[in-house]
């Protein structure tokens, strides 16, 4: 069954304390891994597109990278605006459903 | 600008009573999905559309009904058989074949 699992469920960091969070997916033939945050009350907005093992992509603060198994999101000094709910997606093998993982709840505290 | 518009932003309702929640999208997206997000439940998917007048079931149907009559418009009904409708509904779009969402801000329905 394809499956998208986060880890840890929630994170709580100083400003300035880098850290990553997990995605690791099951996902046969992948077809892309896709990286959101979602702030409190509002709709995920995308951040990365990764599509093979190596590839790194970066945003400001975050750099995002793939392996065969599994997604890190790294976060480089943040800073309490990077506090929301970071959200990992995958294609389904077989259909044109799209999974997410449950998240990881960031909170920066200055 | 192009985006995706839900509405409502809020809704109360008694028990017993069907809703249909609003998503349009100015963005020519081919592929159109209902999540119903709970706390700690991540996001799971309700119906999904690839093309007008065709939908699929997600995960979690049972309880909802979807209508796809053009490219722009796929309203959700959450009918009096969905046993625990009180969520935050996010509508999305993307691009044929191109898997990256558009989100809507949401709608959140609370049930009484």
């Known amino acids: 069954e394809d499956q998208v699992t986060q880890s840890p469920e929630a994170l709580r960091l100083q400003e300035g304390e880098s850290s990553s969070l997990n995605c690791s997916y099951t996902v046969s033939g992948l077809r892309g891994l896709f990286w959101y945050r979602q702030d409190p009350g509002k709709g995920p907005e995308f951040l990365f597109t990764l599509y093979s093992a190596g590839e790194e992509k970066e945003k400001e603060r975050l750099k995002a990278t793939l392996t065969k198994k599994e997604s890190f999101l790294h976060i480089t000094a943040p800073k309490p605006e990077d506090s929301a709910t970071y959200l990992c997606?995958?294609?389904?093998?077989?259909?044109?459903?799209?999974?997410f993982g449950k998240g990881t709840r960031l909170h920066i505290l200055p | 600008d192009g985006g995706i518009t839900q509405s409502p932003k809020y809704l109360f309702r008694k028990e017993g009573q069907n809703v249909t929640l609003s998503c349009e999208q100015n963005?020519?997206?081919?592929?159109m999905y209902w999540y119903r997000q709970d706390p700690g439940q991540g996001l799971r998917l309700i119906y999904y559309s690839q093309i007008v007048n065709d939908f699929q079931k997600g995960d979690i149907a049972e309880g909802y009904s979807v209508s796809r009559e053009k490219k722009e418009s796929f309203p959700l009904t959450v009918t009096s058989a969905q046993k625990n409708p009180t969520a935050f509904y996010l509508c999305?779009?993307?691009?044929?074949?191109?898997?990256?969402?558009?989100f809507g801000a949401g709608s959140r329905l609370t049930v009484l």
């Open positions: 999305a779009s993307a691009s044929s074949g191109a898997n990256v969402l558009t």
């Open positions: 997606a995958v294609p389904a093998n077989r259909d044109d459903k799209i999974i």
């Open positions: 963005l020519n997206h081919d592929a």
